[in-house]
């Protein structure tokens, strides 16, 4: 499903003369400007070991120093976090902003 959002302030530049463009040697000042963004749910997945008793802090900052490399591993003293890999999402989701977008006659 694909989600869409045609709000006027959302995403658009305040000062349209930060929108232009050089083409040709010459300056076009642009009359619209939107946003695209694309997003989706990605699972990143580690296992830490320990000797000891860690605290969910502790934990986090075992396997996010980890390199994102599967298999990667970072070890202390008395633990150790393995990176398993990233499961990437496939319900990918996509956001439209900034100024008022023309509708495509199939939406009519």
Same mark, same amino acid.
């Given at each position: 499903? !694909?989600?869409?959002? /045609?709000?006027? +302030?959302?995403?658009?530049?305040?000062?349209?003369?930060?929108?232009?463009?050089?083409?040709?040697? %010459?300056?076009?000042?642009?009359?619209?400007? /939107?946003?695209?963004?694309?997003?989706?749910?990605? @699972? %990143?997945?580690? $296992? !830490?070991?320990?000797? !000891?008793?860690? @605290?969910?802090?502790?934990?986090?900052?075992?396997?996010?120093?980890?390199?994102? !490399?599967?298999?990667?591993?970072?070890?202390?003293?008395?633990?150790?976090? $393995?990176?398993?890999? @990233?499961?990437?999402?496939?319900?990918?989701?996509?956001?439209? +902003?900034?100024?008022?977008?023309?509708?495509?006659?199939?939406?009519?």
């Amino acid at each position: 499903m !694909v989600h869409k959002s /045609y709000s006027s +302030g959302f995403g658009s530049f305040p000062n349209k003369i930060n929108n232009k463009n050089q083409n040709g040697g %010459r300056i076009i000042d642009y009359k619209y400007t /939107y946003t695209y963004e694309e997003y989706s749910q990605d @699972t %990143r997945s580690y $296992t !830490v070991e320990s000797n !000891v008793k860690l @605290t969910e802090q502790e934990i986090q900052d075992m396997a996010l120093s980890c390199e994102m !490399v599967e298999g990667s591993t970072y070890s202390d003293k008395d633990s150790k976090a $393995t990176f398993k890999g @990233t499961e990437y999402g496939d319900d990918t989701q996509t956001e439209y +902003g900034g100024d008022e977008i023309k509708e495509d006659e199939e939406d009519k």
